[in-house]
């Protein structure tokens, strides 16, 4: 089992940026996939960037261009670093791994361990 736990999220202004960090405990991820997604109000949850087990990584279109995923498998985190932020931005952000692979990475089903989520709001 491996547990998240997200953080760095907070209030920013359109056009800037923000890192969001997720540490995982119980397992070590550098095998994982692991992925970071966001589910804003009304709205279904959505994957926006995925690092495979092999450290590719793959971005939805939203967001692509603008953000980056990385892994410390030192350190057993998991980072998103945010650019040029925009309001349809705002949502909450989960860090999910799952241990096997998928043909569907960005799919939020495909994962089994989650964080509690980190607020992004842009204005």
């Known amino acids: 089992h491996v547990q998240l736990v997200e953080s760095g999220g907070g209030s920013v202004q359109a056009g800037g940026s923000l890192t969001l960090s997720c540490v995982a405990s119980?397992?070590?991820?550098?095998?994982?996939?692991v992925g970071w997604f966001r589910q804003a109000p009304g709205k279904k949850r959505e994957g926006i960037a995925i690092m495979n087990s092999i450290g590719s990584e793959r971005y939805a279109d939203s967001v692509k261009g603008r953000v980056t995923i990385s892994k410390d498998a030192a350190n057993n985190t998991v980072d998103l670093h945010m650019i040029d932020l925009k309001p349809e931005d705002t949502a909450m952000y989960f860090c999910?791994?799952?241990?096997?692979?998928?043909?569907?990475?960005?799919?939020?089903?495909?994962?089994?361990?989650w964080g509690q989520g980190t607020q992004v709001t842009v204005s």
């Open positions: 999910a791994a799952r241990r096997s692979f998928s043909r569907t990475p960005l799919t939020p089903g495909e994962y089994n361990y």
């Open positions: 119980g397992n070590s991820i550098r095998t994982y996939f």
